[in-house]
């Protein structure tokens, strides 16, 4: 009867999972010596259960090697098993680590769910708070007593006065902002002078003909400095009449070349156009020198100055196409003061005009 109680308990008694592969270790004893080995492999094996059977696809023995070589430790493990022969290799700078991810992939590779499970920190217990206490009900609110027949009555307020309806009272409308604009507003006049009451700086280069002050057509080229308001204008221009040469009778020909400085003032008016049309009225004057000389074949040529001086009657156009640039357009009306001129062989050969006329276009640059 006892043996069968014996046999009984034996059979009850669950079975004991695997403590891992058998391990065969050659590693230098300062990396890990063989007992701590099979310590560290067992306590990483042992949330094994004891239904887990041999893990790692049948994994008997395992050889761990370990050399140092120039780059650090070699590791070379050999899994042997019911699947056959697998190899694996790596390196790493210190021995101890090595040997220590040695054991580790062993573990893993052989039962990967207990590994995890034993790496795997402990979480501390939820402490789940207390019931809560019902809350507190207060009495409800005694109810206030209607007044009996011997309390005073409350005091009547006096009515408010009625409003007039919102109909019987007279609104004005809102009066809407008068916008004005820099370009297409009609032409200025001098009420408009506030609107606009900075002085600007206006930079030129002009160019053009001129038949005058010598009684010939020359080419002009100039500057011209310029200081204006919203309806007024003063300039200063220097002009150079560029060279001509004129032949006369064989064998006689003449050039002749001069400057001009001269200043004016302008009403400047404007026109209600999308971009600003300005149409400046100047009047002023100018004074320069003509020089003239006999050139080849001429006989015993020679060169002589004359001094001119002129009123100047100018119309213009000027179209501000761009806030600070501006293309001119004038029509110079001269009236010459004084008679002079040039001779070639005793005849007068050019001099200068009572009245001329000058076309001159040019573009300004208007600061700031």
């Known amino acids: 009867m006892l043996g069968v109680l014996l046999e009984l308990s034996a059979l009850g008694e669950p079975p004991r999972a695997p403590e891992g592969p058998a391990l065969s270790w050659e590693v230098p004893a300062e990396c890990m010596d063989d007992t701590r080995a099979r310590d560290r492999l067992g306590a990483l094996l042992s949330e094994r259960g004891p239904d887990s059977g041999a893990g790692g696809g049948g994994i008997e023995r395992v050889e761990v090697r370990i050399r140092e070589v120039d780059a650090g430790f070699a590791v070379r493990l050999r899994f042997i098993g019911g699947l056959g022969v697998d190899e694996r290799a790596f390196v790493d700078e210190s021995c101890a680590i090595a040997a220590e991810a040695a054991l580790l992939v062993i573990a893993v590779s052989y039962d990967p769910v207990a590994t995890t499970t034993a790496l795997a920190p402990s979480r501390p217990a939820v402490q789940r ?18 007044p009996g027949p011997e309390d005073p009555a409350p005091a009547q307020l006096a009515p408010r006065p009625a409003l007039e309806p919102a109909s019987t009272l007279e609104s004005e409308p809102p009066r809407q902002p008068t916008r004005r604009s820099r370009r297409g507003r009609g032409p200025r006049t001098r009420g408009d002078a506030g609107e606009a009451s900075s002085t600007r700086v206006g930079l ?42 004129v032949r006369y009778a064989p064998p006689l020909e003449g050039r002749y070349q001069g400057f001009a400085v001269g200043a004016r003032g302008c009403v400047v008016p404007s026109l209600p156009l999308r971009a600003t049309v300005e149409l400046p009225v100047c009047l002023g004057g100018e004074a320069g020198l003509i020089r003239g000389e006999g050139v080849a074949p001429t006989p015993n040529p ?36 004084g008679r002079a001129g040039f001779t070639l062989d005793e005849d007068v050969a050019q001099s200068l005009v009572g009245v001329g006329l000058r076309p001159l276009i040019g573009l300004e640059l208007r600061l700031p």
């Open 129 to 146: 708070p207390s019931p809560l206490s019902p809350p507190e009900v207060s009495d409800p609110p005694s109810p206030v007593p209607a």
């Open 204 to 245: 030129g280069i002009l160019g053009g003909a001129s038949f005058g002050p010598l009684d010939l057509w020359q080419g002009q080229l100039g500057a011209e400095l310029s200081v204006f308001g919203p309806l007024w204008r003063a300039s200063v221009h220097g002009l150079w009449h560029a060279p001509r040469t």
């Open 302 to 337: 020679r060169a002589a100055t004359v001094a001119h001086g002129s009123l100047i009657l100018s119309p213009g156009l000027r179209w501000v196409a761009l806030e600070r640039m501006a293309l001119t357009a004038s029509l110079d009306l001269l009236v010459g003061l």
